[in-house]
């Protein structure tokens, strides 16, 4: 009777432990050599720049993530996600660079509420049909990395890119602060995300420029669609940005004022579709981004790129991919200063493990000079090796 009392015991101990929640660490370390060849002519301060350097996530950015949930019965259950960026080449590891914070709940059938910081659907769906997988190298017309833009980040907190002064647009905001989304489970081959951003405080100061409404909020919405080896997705978000400030002259500072004041709508546009042909996936992807001078509509940029791209295996153990895409920036609006842009990108992989593999990556970009942009050609490549876990 003990040992049978002793075995319900047990096998209840147990089924509470499967009802806990569970916690998986998971994450990325992408390392190797990397080089960069830059020129720029006209406007252009820098004329001519070359690095070197063994460095880091040049196909992947390296993590480290926490991701739990736990069941709660009737087929919800709490979800969470913390996740940092790590930097395997600096000697410092201990700053926290959030990526993604969130904590939600998830309805088996119906899909999942979360808050918190989290990635936007427009970047999302680039994700899911970018042929170079959104890594960090030159030659990406539609995901810009590092030199690769002529354009420099725009938008400000709570998302991520920060306010800039050279009037010019990136491509895409990757996640945002301060933020609820809703990611439905898949219906007849549909699925879908909502966003929507709120950090809005009033404040009452006797200094005129910092008293008043400081408002950053937006919204945002995903569409996907699956048919058998064909894939389609669309995306849109608009943030705003109403900081108040002394404007003194909106050129050439689009969005920041002299006391620092920043209102600008940022509108972006993304659709995309892949097709898998077995050996080859085959990618088309175009894209809008246009940030608007709230205090004075006739200032704004924008940024508009197509690409097309292949992926696939051409061995069980290498894999390979190339791009090439082109677009228009233009900047302040008035008088349209614009300028256009090609690039194109060669990747390949060569798996060890499932989790391991070896890779080698070129990219290139070139942009015509105008009044207000410089002509720019730089190129990227690098090799190294990436490890999830």
Known sequence: MKKILLAIVLASCVIIAQAQSSVTIYGILDAGYMGTNYTGTGTSATTKQTTSTIGQSAEQTSRLGFRGSEDLGGGTSAIFTIETGLNPNNSTVSTFNNRQTFVGIKQNGIGAFTIGTQYTPLYTAVTQTDPGQVNNMIGDAIYTANLQTTAVNSGTAPYENTSSSSG????????????????????????????????????????????GNSNYSGYGIGLNYTLDKLYVTGAFQALKSEVPGTLTNPAPALWTSASGGTNTQDNQTYAAATYDFGVLKAYAQWINRKAT????????????????????????????????????????????????????????NYWLSKRTNLYAIYGQSQTNSTTAIPATAASNYAVGLRHTF
């Open 168 to 211: 010019t647009v990136d491509s895409l905001t990757v996640r945002t602060s301060n933020t609820a989304m809703f990611t439905s489970d898949k219906f007849y081959g549909i699925g879908g995300q909502i966003m929507f951003t709120q950090n809005n405080q009033n404040v009452t100061q006797t200094a005129s420029t910092t008293g």
């Open 293 to 348: 001078d709230t205090l004075d509509a006739s200032y704004y940029a924008k940024r508009s790129a197509q690409q097309v791209g292949v992926r696939g295996f051409w061995t069980p153990k290498i894999e390979s991919w190339a791009s090439v895409g082109n677009g228009r920036v233009t900047t302040y609006g008035q008088g349209v200063p614009s300028a256009n842009f090609v690039a194109f990108q060669l990747g390949s």
